[in-house]
């Protein structure tokens, strides 16, 4: 079934551990995106690729970085953790055309929580 | 900058009545905006987009360039539309979306 997955769904983990956030797809979309969003806050583009080998820096600074090695897998790696990483980070992709043109489909989200 | 703007964190209306969740942009080009709906343990969908100019789940909502908003309209409102609901904008050109800080819609019985 297509579907977007990402694991885990929920990490815990101490201030200066080295973390990656795993994000995959069988949308068959050439697409991905990272949000991160705060509770009750709007979500905001921290990374973005078009395709693999291509990666991008969204319109909010963060320390982590990503990769795009295959069309369907799009990490996200965090090197050294810190409460300010505290958030919950959206991973969603999309297709260039097509019927859902422009529509992004999001996976379920991971909330992390830096101690 | 592009900039979306939901004034209203939290909305609520009892069941029946009409709902209208406002939302307002800044952008010099040519938009095309969404709105996305996240139920409870749901993830976050989109609900409608602008150039559809569709109905979905009774919802509406008409592109106003002159006072650059675009606002989700129901005329009777039900409780399953209890949602968080997120209004954003797509830069021309571009794939990515900004994202207004969303409205948290409540229906009362």
């Known amino acids: 079934e297509a579907d977007i997955y990402q694991t885990p769904r929920y990490l815990v983990i101490g201030t200066g551990k080295k973390i990656t956030l795993e994000c995959s797809q069988t949308?068959?979309?050439?697409?991905m995106y990272w949000y991160q969003q705060d509770p009750g806050m709007e979500l905001h583009l921290i990374h973005y690729?078009?395709?693999?080998?291509?990666?991008e820096k969204g319109d909010l600074s963060s320390e982590s970085t990503v990769s795009r090695i295959r069309t369907e897998h799009f990490p996200l790696t965090l090197e050294s953790a810190r409460p300010s990483h505290t958030s919950q980070y959206l991973c969603?992709?999309?297709?260039?055309?097509?019927?859902?043109?422009?529509?992004?489909?999001f996976g379920p989200g991971t909330r992390l929580t830096v101690l | 900058a592009q900039r979306v703007t939901q004034p209203e964190k939290l909305l609520s209306v009892f069941k029946g009545a009409p709902v209208e969740l406002k939302c307002n942009y800044s952008?010099?080009?040519?938009?095309?905006l969404f709105w996305y709906v996240q139920y409870s343990r749901q993830r976050l969908q989109l609900l409608l987009r602008?150039?559809s100019r569709e109905s979905i789940k009774g919802f509406t909502a008409d592109l106003n360039k002159g006072e650059t908003s675009f606002h989700l309209k129901k005329p009777f409102a039900q409780e399953e539309d209890s949602a968080m609901y997120y209004c954003?904008?797509?830069?021309?050109?571009?794939?990515?979306?900004?994202f207004g800080q969303g409205t948290r819609l409540t229906i009362n019985p």
């Open positions: 969603a992709s999309s297709e260039t055309g097509g019927l859902s043109y422009n529509e992004q489909f």
């Open positions: 949308m068959g979309h050439d697409k």
């Open positions: 690729s078009y395709g693999v080998n291509s990666t």
């Open positions: 952008y010099s080009g040519s938009p095309e």
């Open positions: 602008h150039i």
């Open positions: 954003a904008l797509r830069i021309q050109g571009a794939q990515k979306l900004v």
